[in-house]
């Protein structure tokens, strides 16, 4: 086979699998927030005040956060403070009591409804 047959079958196969790849990335924030892979699931943190709220999807569908629970922790300069994460209702969860500013990084570690099970994310605020 010529080496520019080859090539262009080469292109079109790549084309193909960036399709794909695009397909299964990751869902558009659905309440304004910042969206992250978590490998299980996504979670969507939006900041208000001195409250994060988290919400879990798996392709654009809700996740329960029934018995899931958490720490977030927000990096701010050379401070570093940890709050709980609490489940409120459907596929949201909530930590109170936060503080953060622009250029803060957050990291929210969750403990999965099985009790076992530990996804991760984390964020930069704006």
Same mark, same amino acid.
């Given at each position: 086979m010529p080496m520019k +047959?080859? !090539?262009?079958?080469?292109?079109? %196969?790549? +084309?193909? !699998?960036?399709?794909?790849?695009? %397909?299964h990335g990751i869902p558009k924030p659905?309440?304004?927030g910042l969206i992250e892979d978590a490998g299980l699931v996504a979670i969507e943190m939006?900041?208000?005040?001195?409250?994060?709220d988290l919400y879990l999807t798996d392709h654009d569908q809700a996740v329960s956060a029934e018995n899931v629970s958490g720490v977030l922790t927000i990096t701010t300069?050379?401070?570093?403070?940890?709050?709980d994460i609490v489940a409120v209702s459907g596929n949201h969860l909530q930590s109170k009591g936060v503080s953060?500013?622009?250029?803060?990084?957050?990291?929210?570690?969750?403990?999965?409804?099985?009790?076992?099970?530990?996804?991760s994310a984390r964020?930069?605020?704006?």
């Amino acid at each position: 086979m010529p080496m520019k +047959a080859v !090539f262009h079958c080469l292109l079109v %196969a790549c +084309a193909l !699998f960036i399709g794909q790849a695009n %397909a299964h990335g990751i869902p558009k924030p659905q309440h304004g927030g910042l969206i992250e892979d978590a490998g299980l699931v996504a979670i969507e943190m939006v900041a208000n005040g001195d409250t994060v709220d988290l919400y879990l999807t798996d392709h654009d569908q809700a996740v329960s956060a029934e018995n899931v629970s958490g720490v977030l922790t927000i990096t701010t300069r050379h401070k570093r403070v940890k709050t709980d994460i609490v489940a409120v209702s459907g596929n949201h969860l909530q930590s109170k009591g936060v503080s953060f500013q622009s250029g803060s990084r957050v990291s929210a570690l969750l403990t999965l409804a099985d009790g076992e099970t530990k996804v991760s994310a984390r964020f930069k605020i704006p």
